[in-house]
């Protein structure tokens, strides 16, 4: 049965509003060889959410599946629980996670040779652009703002990589880059 000790185990985090999500996504688009895993949340679904986004799921039911140690990660961020299944990539796959820097640093530890990727905004003003354009309200904006200087400085400590998000193909581009390279110094 594949599991994840076959597999690189590529980790995107990066303060919220930075577009993780977004590249996440175009990165399983264009690159046929890796499998996003889909994190449990007991956080509640947002209007704008189709439902495939994460296993919704309330607290008891998560700390259940802690309890049960059914976690690959997981870690608390801003009142709500999120965490990575044990990872179970069909063969020959890659395993993309997106998750916050708690989860990757339990990662990097548990899988020393997982390759963390930490992206960032251009700057402080553009992420606060970003945050406001997705609509995200004052007090969110205001939150998300203020634990991202701790998410970057303990992102800087566990990343192996560090890619500015300027444009969105520049940094498909670079991070599929970087995702070629060590599996070179796999092979
Ligand atoms: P959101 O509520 O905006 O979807 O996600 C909040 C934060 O939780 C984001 O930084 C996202 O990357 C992170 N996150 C999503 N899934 C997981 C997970 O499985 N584990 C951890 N540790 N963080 C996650």
Do not use: C
């Amino acid at each position: 049965m594949p599991s994840v000790a076959d597999s690189s185990v590529f980790v995107l985090i990066g303060p919220g509003g930075v577009g993780k999500g977004t590249v996440a996504r175009l990165l399983i688009e264009r690159d046929s060889h890796l499998w996003l895993s889909r994190s449990w949340t007991s956080r509640s679904m947002r209007p704008s959410e189709s439902g495939s986004e994460y296993v919704f799921v309330d607290r008891p039911t998560f700390e259940l599946a802690v309890a049960e140690d059914r976690f690959y990660e997981w870690a608390e961020f801003h009142g709500n629980l999120y965490g990575t299944p044990i990872p179970s990539p069909p063969a020959g796959m890659d395993v993309l996670l997106e998750i916050e820097v708690q989860g990757a640093a339990q990662v990097k530890s548990r899988h020393p040779q997982s390759t963390v990727i930490l992206l960032l905004p251009p700057s402080i003003e553009e992420l606060e652009s970003r945050l406001r354009a997705r609509g995200d309200s004052d007090d969110h904006v205001h939150l998300r703002l203020g634990s991202s200087d701790a998410e970057t400085a303990i992102g800087r400590e566990i990343a192996d990589f560090v890619v500015t998000n300027h444009t969105l193909e520049e940094t498909i581009t670079e991070i599929l880059g970087i995702l070629d390279s060590v599996r070179q110094s796999r092979d």
